[in-house]
């Protein structure tokens, strides 16, 4: 994970923070703003709450690891982030909330598009009054 220093220009302002937050009805808090500032900042679009949590602690913010969890879980019910179970020791959070797909390469994650991957369902059939919401995909990578 790659940090914001102080030479490094913001992608998104307080102000469209607070705007954002507001516009997902999430009620503004100081450790809120503060969270959601260095996640939709961050480099990388997937990330751990520990990573977060380290980027509080470079900032010098007081922040625990649970808020981050807290806060983390709350954006993601509330669809500003989407919360990836990859593997059953880490649990990623990822600021793309469109409909896409997964490669897992040792610790990165790259997105894929929909488009990239084709899936269909032989031989089954949807229950009646049911639809698909979402396909999720994870091609994970290892050595040869």
């Given amino acids: 994970m790659q940090n914001q220093t102080s030479k490094t220009q913001p992608l998104m302002n307080k102000i469209c923070i607070m705007g954002m937050l507001r516009k997902a009805d999430i009620k503004l808090t100081k450790q809120r703003v503060s969270l959601a500032g260095i996640l939709f900042n961050l480099k990388s679009g997937h990330f751990t709450a520990e990573d977060l949590h380290d980027e509080t602690k470079i900032k010098n913010l007081k922040i625990s690891l649970a808020t981050v969890y807290n806060t983390l879980n709350h954006f993601s019910q509330n669809g500003l982030i989407k919360t990836l179970q990859l593997d059953n ?50 091609i994970t990578l290892s050595e040869k």
Avoid: C, F, M, W
């Fill in 89 to 138: 020791q880490k649990t990623y959070y990822d600021r793309n909330t469109e409909n896409h797909y997964h490669v897992k390469n040792g610790n990165e994650i790259e997105d894929i598009s929909t488009d990239a991957v084709k899936i269909t369902l032989d031989n089954y059939e949807l229950p009646a009054g049911k639809k698909i919401k979402s396909i999720d995909v994870l």
